[in-house]
DNA sequence: GCGGCAATCCCCCGAAAGGATGATTTGCGT
DNA sequence: ACGCAAATCATCCTTTCGGGGGATTGCCGC
C-alpha cells in the first residue's frame, strides 16, 4: 500500500510540475508564490486527512459485531458500540475523542453509560463484561 | 461537529483569502492561475483524505501466535503473570492486592513494571497488548 | 560473600478515570 | 406538534492510575 501513496504522490508531483512549467513566467516569478502555494496545499492536505480519519473512515468500521441479541437486550445505542471498541483496544478517553472526533466530555459520557448497561465499574470491567456477553470477539 | 468542518473551512477560505489579496497583483492576473491553485489545492485535499483514511482504518496485522513462551522473551516474572491476568479480568489495584494477599503498592509496582515491559501506556494497553502477543486467550 | 533479581512495601504527586447532574440539539415516530 | 431517545458538551468532585523515587528481604549462582 505504501507504492500506491509514493505512485500518487508521484502523479500529483509531475502534474504539479508540468503546470508550472507552464504557467512559468507568472507564478515563479517571486518567492511568495511559491509560499503561497506551499501553504495552499498544506492546508489542504491537512484538511483533507483530517476529513479522511473523522468523515470517510468512521461510518465504515462499524459494520458488526457478534451478538445483536445481547446488545438490543442492554440497549447499548450504536454509538456506543463504537465507544466500546475503542475501550477493547485499551485506549484512554482523550484517544477515543480524537479518533471519534468528539469532546473528552462527551467520550466519558458514553464510558459512563457503558459501564452502567454493563454494571462495570471500571472500563477494564467493561471489556471483560463485553467479552462474556459475546458482544465482541 | 459539522460545525467544527464548516470553521475549519471558513478559516481556510479567509486565511485563503487574505494571502490572495496580499498577492492580488501577481496571482490573480489570469484564470490560468486560479486554475493551477485549484488544482493543487484539490489534488492535496483528495491526497489527504486517501491518507486519513488508509491510516486509520488500517486494522493492526496479527504479528504472531505463541502463548507458548513470549513469556521468556519479555522477561515476564510468574508474579507479574499472575497480576496480568487480574489485569484481564478488569479488576482494580485494590481487588488484585486483596486477591492476592499483597498491597496496594506491591500491586502498584507489578503493573507499573508490566507496563513497561509490555510498552503500553495504560493497564487497558497491556490487556490488548497481551492478547496481540497471544500471552492470553 | 557478593552481585543480581524477584518480591515486597512505602511516599509523593500529577494525570486519568469515574460519579452526579444539567443542558442543548437533532431525528424519529405518533 | 409533541414527546422521546441519542448524541453532544459541560462543571464539580472523588477515586484510581501511573510515574518518580527509595528500601528491605530472601534466594540463586559464581
Given at each position: 500500500m505504501g507504492k500506491r501513496v509514493l505512485l500518487y504522490g508521484a502523479l500529483l508531483a509531475a502534474g504539479t510540475l508540468l503546470l508550472q512549467w507552464l504557467d512559468y513566467q507568472r507564478l515563479v516569478r517571486s518567492h511568495i508564490g511559491d509560499l503561497y502555494i506551499f501553504l495552499i496545499a498544506g492546508g489542504f492536505l491537512a484538511l483533507g486527512v483530517w476529513l479522511g480519519v473523522r468523515g470517510i473512515a468512521?461510518?465504515?468500521?462499524?459494520a458488526f459485531d457478534g451478538n445483536p441479541q445481547a446488545v438490543a437486550a442492554l440497549g447499548l445505542s450504536p454509538r456506543e458500540l463504537e465507544v466500546l471498541d475503542e475501550l477493547l483496544a485499551g485506549r484512554s478517553n482523550q484517544e477515543i475523542a480524537d479518533k471519534l472526533g468528539v469532546s473528552l466530555n462527551t467520550v466519558k459520557t458514553h464510558v459512563a453509560r457503558l459501564l452502567e448497561k454493563l454494571r462495570a465499574k471500571r472500563r477494564g470491567d467493561a471489556v471483560a463484561r463485553a467479552r462474556e456477553l459475546g458482544i465482541v470477539k
Open positions: 468512521r461510518p465504515a468500521p462499524r
